[in-house]
């Protein structure tokens, strides 16, 4: 009840997340995939949109396969009751390898070393594991020559359970990117020297599966295409995609100023006339990024208006001009409001980041709503 009472009135700043919009996403999505296993990234609180409403649409919509960072969120959807595969994409520690064997979460194996710190882990049951191979970004990832004697080890050890093999790209956002191909053709090698009969093997991200044809693997990993998030012109049925994040708040203040005042730290922001001054509940302690506050811009009763000023850590200011506002006003700050629209890659561009930084930004204080 409590937290009830939290997201009603503590805090007038949240995040509107319309699941039919990413129930129909991920429709779009699952048919023009066909065979293809469909595997939903929802690291970092599901890209800011709420780690347990997400999977759990996800897992009503069947989508085959979630994909955490860590250990801990892992247990987080396992505890909610999710029961669909769930693959802990990032690097464990020796300590972890009971508790996501135990919660039955897949893991990555990108070492020899780790390989045999599993085995030696006393294990209850199975250990379900992805084989990762480098193919070029080097972050993590078996080397090629390294990979072949790893799979080996794998297969030989029946403790292991080997259910994928992948890759990682480091530019598919570039069509053009030599990379790319070479990375496609170092992963294609690897694999003509295994037994691939029964195993996932998963290359692309959402950007290669919209820029290249990789149909020829079986599962995708697609984040931010699922989330409506894309920052480029996408062909059919892609196009239909949609966002469906919106972030939103109430105005709490406001005041005439004269000509020529100077709104908030640091006195940056000089009124050219006779204006009104908005003040709304929102600044950078919820994740709504200072750099916004020379360029940003809110909507208010369908008119969009810049930030005046300085954002501060709970406040920011907006100049209205000679228009018409009131107390608890909504305020769209990501969204629709009318037939005016500010979306998260205007804001990326602004902030000169990617849409993923944006959304992963808004911390719990900003209160997520599923209406
Ligand atoms: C996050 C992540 C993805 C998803 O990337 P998008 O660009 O959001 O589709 C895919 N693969 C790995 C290994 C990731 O870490």
């Given at each position: 009840?409590?937290?009830?009472?939290?997201?009603?009135?503590?805090?007038?700043?949240?995040?509107?997340?319309?699941?039919?919009?990413?129930?129909?996403?991920?429709?779009?999505?699952?048919?023009?995939?066909?065979?293809?296993?469909?595997?939903?990234?929802?690291?970092?609180?599901?890209?800011?949109?709420?780690?347990?409403p997400?999977?759990?649409?996800?897992?009503?919509?069947?989508?085959?396969?979630?994909?955490?960072?860590?250990?801990?969120?892992?247990?987080?959807?396992?505890?909610?009751?999710?029961?669909?595969?769930?693959?802990?994409?990032?690097?464990?520690?020796?300590?972890?390898?009971?508790?996501?064997?135990?919660?039955?979460?897949?893991?990555?194996?990108?070492?020899?070393?780790?390989?045999?710190?599993?085995?030696?882990?006393?294990?209850?049951?199975?250990?379900?594991?992805?084989?990762e191979?480098?193919?070029?970004?080097?972050?993590?990832?078996?080397?090629?020559?390294?990979?072949?004697?790893?799979?080996?080890?794998?297969?030989?050890?029946?403790?292991?359970?080997?259910?994928?093999?992948?890759?990682?790209?480091?530019?598919?956002?570039?069509?053009?990117?030599?990379?790319?191909?070479?990375?496609?053709?170092?992963f294609?090698?690897?694999?003509?020297?295994?037994?691939?009969?029964?195993?996932?093997?998963?290359i692309?991200?959402?950007?290669?599966?919209?820029?290249?044809?990789?149909?020829?693997?079986?599962?995708?990993?697609?984040?931010?295409?699922?989330?409506?998030?894309?920052?480029?012109?996408l062909?059919?049925?892609?196009?239909?995609?949609?966002?469906?994040?919106?972030l939103?708040?109430?105005?709490?203040y406001?005041?005439?100023?004269?000509?020529?005042?100077?709104?908030?730290?640091?006195?940056n922001?000089?009124?050219?006339?006779?204006?009104?001054?908005?003040?709304?509940?929102?600044?950078?302690?919820?994740?709504?990024?200072?750099?916004?506050?020379?360029?940003?811009?809110?909507?208010?009763?369908?008119?969009?208006?810049?930030?005046?000023?300085?954002?501060?850590?709970?406040?920011?200011?907006?100049?209205?001009?000679?228009?018409?506002?009131?107390?608890?006003?909504?305020?769209?700050?990501?969204?629709?409001?009318?037939?005016?629209?500010?979306?998260?890659?205007?804001?990326?561009?602004?902030?000169?980041?990617?849409?993923?930084?944006?959304?992963?930004?808004?911390?719990?204080?900003?209160?997520?709503?599923?209406?």
């Amino acid at each position: 009840m409590l937290m009830d009472l939290t997201q009603k009135i503590w805090h007038p700043t949240w995040i509107e997340i319309d699941l039919n919009q990413f129930r129909k996403n991920i429709q779009i999505i699952k048919k023009k995939l066909g065979k293809t296993l469909y595997c939903l990234p929802v690291k970092a609180n599901a890209y800011g949109h709420g780690l347990i409403p997400i999977a759990k649409v996800a897992q009503e919509e069947k989508i085959d396969y979630l994909a955490v960072s860590s250990l801990s969120e892992g247990i987080k959807l396992r505890e909610e009751g999710i029961t669909i595969p769930i693959l802990v994409l990032g690097p464990f520690h020796d300590e972890q390898i009971l508790s996501l064997i135990d919660y039955d979460l897949e893991f990555v194996i990108s070492s020899l070393y780790k390989a045999k710190q599993v085995i030696s882990s006393n294990l209850p049951k199975l250990a379900k594991v992805h084989l990762e191979v480098d193919t070029g970004m080097h972050r993590t990832g078996a080397k090629l020559n390294t990979a072949q004697e790893i799979y080996s080890y794998l297969k030989s050890h029946s403790k292991f359970l080997l259910k994928g093999v992948f890759t990682h790209f480091a530019c598919a956002f570039d069509k053009v990117h030599p990379s790319n191909e070479k990375q496609i053709q170092l992963f294609d090698q690897f694999l003509s020297r295994i037994d691939t009969t029964n195993l996932l093997t998963h290359i692309a991200n959402s950007d290669a599966h919209v820029n290249f044809d990789l149909a020829k693997y079986k599962m995708v990993r697609l984040g931010l295409l699922s989330f409506g998030l894309m920052d480029k012109k996408l062909p059919p049925p892609f196009n239909q995609i949609k966002s469906f994040f919106s972030l939103k708040s109430l105005v709490s203040y406001f005041k005439a100023v004269e000509k020529d005042s100077k709104i908030s730290y640091g006195h940056n922001y000089i009124t050219k006339s006779l204006s009104r001054i908005v003040t709304v509940p929102i600044g950078y302690g919820d994740g709504y990024k200072r750099c916004l506050s020379q360029n940003g811009e809110v909507l208010i009763r369908e008119k969009k208006h810049p930030i005046a000023g300085t954002i501060c850590m709970d406040q920011l200011m907006v100049d209205i001009g000679l228009n018409d506002a009131y107390i608890k006003d909504e305020v769209v700050l990501i969204g629709q409001q009318g037939n005016l629209e500010i979306t998260v890659q205007d804001i990326a561009l602004k902030c000169d980041t990617i849409p993923y930084e944006i959304v992963c930004s808004f911390n719990e204080r900003v209160v997520r709503k599923y209406p």
